[in-house]
């Protein structure tokens, strides 16, 4: 097979003097005698369990996302963002530690009832890192590495938590699957009466302001439960009531419930909320100060809409992993930019690190990269992203335009940049180019914790397996 010409990292016009303009920011050259620029806030805002397409900047037809969309014009859209887990808590131990998950138990957890992990007080994180460089640091929202005596954003960096613990709550009554319930302003229940997603919102908005008052650089960790299940969206009240007066907890995952439409409105309430915060960073007089990131943890499920890829969450097909990713750097990113380099969730530490002017621990250094030169129109260096999920012994490997997938012992190579519905199997026709995948993953899986038989994970069926790979080679 004849390799096609590399795909151009960036797409974007004045690439150049966009670069020369963010190099000389991110080196802190200051004029002689010029007071040093402030450094710059963070808004971190991640969605739960959003597919690739679920924005309309990102192809959803169906409904539409005005506030997100406008955040995509302002800055760069990624198109090839991964996921480092197709799942929620493993995902965000790599955004937290910049390290792929594999390194602490708790990245072999999902969900977390069946065992008591989660994330040491020990480990450095974004908000412990940013902190020690005289960071304000909060969340908002969902936690979900460990639930309280010996687990606590609190304890792992952040100054405030105000949200849920656990991996899914009902938006209206936020009890947990076990029916317990799951809001919290730091190690306080709350009980407030109000739809998920306006009171993270309400809160969010309350943080920024109070910054607004405050010397010190923030960051703000403000992650959304939606559009995770349950389905209910705004005005479905007796949705919820339905759920809470059924006895089996499992229930909660509400497998008979939802539609389109109902996705579809949890998807406008999520933008419409989004807006208010970003309007409220305006009006604090910060947006000019601050990055501004949104993404999700892994892809969509059932009613997501996951681009032109295949699968969904839970699997290392391309909708399982494949992520919008939207950042707003004002002075770096360039409004409008749309790049095609493959980047995963856990560069975030060391890029938002590096942009406050501090260093990770050398003890618990990143597997991610710093993306500031990317974000500003440069190049991502060529890397290998990998991954592995505990169910049916899913394995996977990125390299440039090839993915070397590994699924109930059916394994494949991919030219997904050719063929993002991962259907053409090329091992055989690019027998070097698969073997040396394999190699490297097998390679890098040897630094990482080994799989834990007691550890719980859910995953996806034998019969949506089958659908997809048919009979086993």
Request: with cysteine.
């Amino acid at each position: 097979m004849k390799p096609a010409p590399p795909t151009p990292s960036l797409t974007m016009t004045r690439r150049s003097a966009l670069v020369g303009v963010a190099a000389t920011a991110m080196a802190g050259a200051v004029p002689s005698g010029a007071a040093a620029p402030r450094r710059p806030n963070v808004l971190f805002i991640m969605a739960d369990d959003m597919g690739y397409a679920d924005l309309s900047c990102y192809g959803r037809t169906e409904y539409a996302t005005p506030r997100i969309d406008a955040l995509a014009r302002e800055g760069l859209r990624f198109t090839h963002a991964y996921a480092n887990s197709p799942v929620c808590t493993a995902s965000r131990v790599a955004l937290i530690t910049g390290r792929y998950q594999y390194r602490l138990p708790i990245g072999l957890e999902e969900p977390l009832a069946s065992h008591p992990a989660g994330l040491p007080a020990a480990q450095p994180t974004l908000p412990s890192l940013l902190r020690g460089a005289g960071y304000a640091t909060a969340l908002v929202g969902k936690w979900h590495l460990g639930n309280l005596p010996d687990y606590d954003p609190l304890r792992s960096g952040y100054d405030r938590f105000w949200g849920i613990r656990t991996g899914g709550v009902d938006y209206y009554t936020h009890r947990a699957m076990s029916g317990s319930p799951d809001l919290w302003d730091g190690p306080t229940p709350v009980d407030q009466a109000g739809y998920l997603t306006d009171l993270l919102a309400d809160r969010a908005i309350a943080e920024i302001e109070g910054r607004a008052k405050d010397a010190r650089p923030w960051l703000l960790s403000l992650h959304f439960t939606a559009p995770h299940w349950p389905w209910e969206a705004p005005g479905d009240e007796a949705e919820s009531r339905r759920l809470a007066a059924l006895t089996d907890p499992e229930a909660l995952m509400d497998y008979d419930g939802g539609s389109a439409a109902t996705y579809a409105g949890i998807m406008e309430r999520l933008d419409l909320q989004v807006g208010r915060v970003l309007d409220a960073l305006a009006a604090s007089g910060q947006a000019d100060d601050t990055i501004v990131v949104f993404t999700s943890d892994n892809g969509g499920e059932r009613f997501s809409n996951n681009g032109p890829f295949s699968g969904r969450k839970t699997e290392l097909l391309e909708g399982g992993l494949r992520i919008p990713s939207i950042v707003r750097w004002p002075g770096v990113a360039l409004p409008g930019a749309i790049s095609n380099a493959q980047t995963m969730i856990m560069d975030w530490l060391p890029t938002l690190v590096a942009a406050a002017g501090a260093r990770p621990d050398p003890a618990s250094l990143p597997d991610g990269i710093d993306l500031r030169g990317v974000i500003a129109g440069g190049a991502a260096p060529e890397r290998t992203l990998f991954w592995r999920y505990k169910n049916h012994g899913q394995q996977a490997a990125r390299k440039g335009r090839w993915k070397y997938l590994k699924i109930e012992g059916n394994t494949f190579l991919f030219d997904v940049a050719a063929d993002p519905m991962e259907r053409a199997n090329l091992k055989n026709r690019e027998p070097a180019i698969y073997a040396a995948l394999v190699e490297e993953w097998n390679s890098w899986n040897k630094g990482m914790l080994p799989l834990d038989p007691a550890t719980y994970t859910h995953g996806i069926t034998g019969s949506q397996l089958a659908d997809h790979f048919g009979a086993k080679d």
